[in-house]
Every structure is written in structure tokens, then in C-alpha cells.
């Protein structure tokens, strides 16, 4: 038994010794089998919600509805869940109110998959009533029960096959992939929040590449509550066939650009696992589908995921779109062009200025991140063919660039060397927008390397600034 769950186990035996049957369930049963690490440790027992509040002194009652019921145990937390049934489905979607249930096995048939459906008694047994190993062993996933029935008591399960399958490779059953193309209209009733879920974690998964061709060939995303940006479904859609239509503007593409573009989608995907963070890979995504910050703001909030998400995805695409041209257009410059050395020198000062002006815009950690993203994923900068072409003179690129980025005086104007109530008594002007705009011109020459970030060199910039607006 791994670590973590020989950690819960004086959770299982002090349920037990009061006489209720308590198991390991679920996916962390799923994940000791196959060798993996847990991510949580679900505990399900016969006893009522009242009964584990009153069995343990450290208790959170989560999701008391669902009867789940959160224990602090050794600093760690653990949901545990009475054994329920879920017999009242409204509108394709889990219910609010369960039946709490005596039977582990009750328990064990509402759950979505057979890999999912396996539980493990304090002495190691196996649960496995509906052969959840034999799957695994062969590599199938599988509904519990009549798929058909499944995935309409709860749509939701469409998605979490996708994600399932992709995790751990495994093919879908020829009866769940049915079930999955019939029944992909319900995912209409599905808050874009629990997709959003999911989503999230194909993505953050080790296969995000087979989620995401699982999506295309089942065209399950068209369906959700909410329309999805346009590039999000033409990416589905192309990634398996290529169509020949931009739906974005209307236009007709030709097929070569068409299947370039798809090309370079799955080539990103396919390194995404590289990243590990997962805003670094949403951002890997939609640069690949070519979005604008605009475009993969609304992604994000049609699929509800925080502000600050947000702000960090479109801080990282803020600095793709401002040097991803560039870089793409100095590569052309190279040694023996026409244009010459001189040529070279000045391009590269030139960029080196405007990473600098960049890293200022969108901050340190979204211009480390690009980087990342960058020598993880060349492509989305040099195109699906040019990464290989070009790769040691790629690398002095970024490393250029790197150090610039560590060797920059300053960041942001909270790193400089005079604030603005330095300028306000160097003045003697009572504060206004002026104030914001000479921080900023100030932040900007000392992160050019025009001027010292020093306070004397910097107050008499100030002054010849000043100087020079009034005149
Ligand atoms: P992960 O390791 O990714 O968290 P997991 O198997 O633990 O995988 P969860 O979403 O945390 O997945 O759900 C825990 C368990 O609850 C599942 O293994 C499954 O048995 C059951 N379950 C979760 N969601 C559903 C659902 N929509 N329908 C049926 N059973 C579900
Ligand atoms: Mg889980």
C-alpha cells in the first residue's frame, strides 16, 4: 500500500471499528493499481454523515447534500462520502439530493467508469464488480452499466471520458464511443463551469494532445452551453480533417495554409506536456489557434475560470504578440544576407530594446513564462517548419534574451530608484496624470539603459523631461 494511503488508513479502521464498512474509492484506487501517484485519497463508508462528524474531532461539513463530509487527519484532508445512490437525474445532470445507501455496491454502480468503480478495503482487497482491472489490463474505458443510460443521467461523463481515455490511454469501448456521439447534444445542460473543469485538466494531464483529438473526432465542444470561440471549434474540427473554410473571418483559405495551421496546432499540443504550468499551457493553445488576447479573455470566461487566470494568460499572450513577429523577422536577417553585419547588429539592438520596453509592459513573470514557452514549444514562433532549420541560432536567441531580461536594471516602476513622491516635491506641482506618465518615461530610460537607476541621475532626467514638455 502506497504512503499516502497507509496514511488514511486509521481513517478507514476507526469508521470500521464503530462497524461501518469504510473503502478507498475511486480514482486513487484506479492509481495504485496502475503504479501512479494519487492526487487525493476518497474514502467511502457505510456510516451516515452525522456519524463521521461524530467519529472524528477535526471535520468540515463540504458537501453535507452529496454526503460528503471533509476530515483533517495529520495536517492532510480527506473527503469522505456516505455510500449513496443518485436514482433522480434532472435535466441530464447530477442530482441535488442523493439516498444515502447501507450497500458499497449500490455505491460503486453510480459511478461513471468501470476504471473508476473500484474500491479498497483497509487489508488491500479489491473491489471490482464490474472488472474495472480487466479494463485497465486492456487498455478499454468503459460506462458502468447501459452506456446509453449513463451518459444521460449525466452529460457531463461525455466530457470526463475524453479525459479519462487521454490520462491513461485507453481506447473508448465501441458501446461508450456510440453513447458518447449520440448523446453529445446534452452537454447543452452543462454548466460551462464543471466543462471548464475537466477542460482544465485535459489540459494539465500528461496527454493533452489526445484529449484534445478525442474532442475533434467526437466534435463534443460544439454542443456545450455556451459557443466557444470560433478558433477553439474550427481547431476541433480541422485537427482531424481539414476543412477549407476560416469560419473566424469567412474566408476561404487555401488548404496548404489550412493544414499548416492545423499542423502547428498538433505539434503544440504535442509539446505542451513539456510545461509545467498550466496558464503557460493555455497560452501555448491559443497562440497555436493564432488568438488574440481578446478572443482567449472570453475563452476564459466562457469557461469560468478566475481573473487572475485570466490576467496571466493574456499578460503571456501580450508578450507572444509583441515579439513573436519580431523575432520571426530578425531570424531572416542571418549571417551572409545581403544586408550585411551592420545590418545584423542593428537588428538585434533593436530587439533587444523592444524585449526590454515588453518585459516592462507585461511584467517579469509573464515574460519568463513566454520564454518558457518558447523553447518548449519553438514552433509557435518560427512556424510548424522552421524550428528544426534554424535551432542553434534560435538558442543564442533566447539566451540573449534571457539575460537581458536578468541583467535589466528594473521591471516595473516599483523598482525604481525615485517614487512619485520624490517627483512631487521635486516639482512642487500637485499630483496628476503627468505623475503616472513621468514614472513611467523614467521606468523606461533606466530600463534601456539611458540612465542609472539612481536617484540623482534619475530626478535630473525627470527635470529635463519636464523641461521639455513645457517648451
Ligand atoms: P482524478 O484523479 O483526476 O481526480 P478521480 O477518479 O478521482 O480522478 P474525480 O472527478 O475526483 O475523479 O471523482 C472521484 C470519483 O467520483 C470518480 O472516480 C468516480 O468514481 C466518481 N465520479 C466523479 N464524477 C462523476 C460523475 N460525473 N458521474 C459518475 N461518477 C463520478
Ligand atoms: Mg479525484
Avoid at 479519462?164 to 460551462?192: D, K, P, Q, S, V
Wanted: charged fraction near 25%.
Amino acid at each position: 500500500m502506497s504512503e499516502a494511503l497507509t496514511k488514511a488508513l486509521p481513517l478507514l479502521y476507526a469508521l470500521e471499528q464503530r462497524g461501518y464498512e469504510t473503502v478507498f474509492v475511486g480514482g486513487c484506487v484506479r492509481d495504485t493499481l496502475l503504479g501512479k501517484p494519487l492526487k487525493d485519497v476518497d474514502i467511502a463508508t457505510a456510516a451516515s454523515p452525522e456519524q463521521v462528524i461524530a467519529t472524528f474531532p477535526h471535520t468540515v461539513p463540504t458537501g453535507l447534500q452529496h454526503g460528503t463530509v471533509t476530515v483533517v487527519h495529520e495536517k492532510e484532508t480527506y473527503e469522505i462520502t456516505t455510500f449513496r445512490t443518485e436514482s433522480a437525474y434532472e435535466q441530464y445532470r447530477r442530482p441535488t439530493q442523493v439516498q444515502f445507501v447501507t450497500s458499497l455496491n449500490e455505491d460503486l454502480l453510480r459511478r461513471d467508469f468501470t476504471i473508476n468503480s473500484m474500491a479498497m478495503r483497509y487489508d488491500e482487497t479489491i473491489i471490482d464488480p464490474f472488472h474495472g482491472q480487466d479494463d485497465l489490463r486492456s487498455g478499454l474505458l468503459r460506462c458502468v452499466g447501459d452506456a446509453d443510460a449513463r451518459l444521460q443521467e449525466d452529460a457531463l461523463r461525455i466530457v470526463r471520458a475524453v479525459r479519462f481515455a487521454a490520462a491513461y490511454e485507453l481506447r473508448i469501448a465501441h458501446m461508450t464511443w456510440r453513447a458518447i456521439i449520440r448523446h453529445r447534444g446534452l452537454l447543452a445542460h452543462i454548466a460551462m463551469e464543471r466543462v471548464g473543469l475537466e477542460l482544465d485538466k485535459m489540459i494539465a494531464g500528461s496527454r493533452p494532445y489526445r484529449a484534445a483529438s478525442l474532442l475533434a473526432s467526437s466534435g463534443m465542444l460544439a454542443y456545450t452551453k455556451d459557443r466557444l470561440p470560433a478558433a477553439i471549434l474550427e481547431a476541433a474540427a480541422g485537427y482531424k480533417k481539414s476543412s477549407k473554410r476560416d469560419t473566424s473571418s469567412g474566408a476561404t483559405v487555401s488548404p496548404e495554409a489550412q493544414s499548416e495551421r492545423m499542423t502547428l496546432v498538433a505539434q503544440s499540443m504535442r509539446r505542451l506536456h513539456r510545461l509545467e504550468d498550466n496558464e503557460d499551457r493555455w497560452a501555448a493553445v491559443c497562440a497555436a489557434l493564432s488568438m488574440q488576447i481578446v478572443q482567449a479573455s472570453e475563452l476564459f470566461a466562457l469557461l469560468r475560470y478566475s481573473s487572475s487566470r485570466t490576467a496571466r494568460l493574456a499578460a503571456i499572450l501580450g508578450v507572444h504578440g509583441a515579439m513573436a513577429p519580431r523575432l520571426h523577422q530578425n531570424m531572416n536577417i542571418a549571417p551572409g544576407h545581403p544586408d550585411g553585419e551592420g545590418e545584423i547588429v542593428q537588428a538585434e539592438s533593436e530587439l533587444q530594446d523592444h524585449w526590454r520596453l515588453t518585459v516592462l509592459k507585461y511584467g517579469m513573470s509573464a515574460a519568463e513564462s513566454w520564454l518558457g514557452i518558447v523553447v518548449a514549444i519553438p514552433e509557435l514562433v518560427y512556424g510548424a517548419a522552421a524550428a528544426n532549420q534554424r535551432l542553434a541560432s534560435i538558442e543564442d536567441e533566447w539566451n540573449r534574451l534571457r539575460q537581458t531580461l536578468h541583467s535589466m536594471a528594473v521591471r516595473s516602476i516599483r523598482e525604481l530608484a525615485v517614487k512619485g513622491k520624490d517627483l512631487l516635491s521635486l516639482t512642487g506641482k500637485p499630483s496628476g496624470p503627468w505623475l503616472g506618465q513621468l514614472l513611467q518615461s523614467l521606468v523606461e530610460a533606466a530600463a534601456l539603459g539611458r540612465v542609472p537607476n539612481e536617484k540623482g541621475p534619475l530626478l535630473d532626467e525627470a527635470a529635463a523631461v519636464l523641461n521639455k514638455d513645457e517648451n
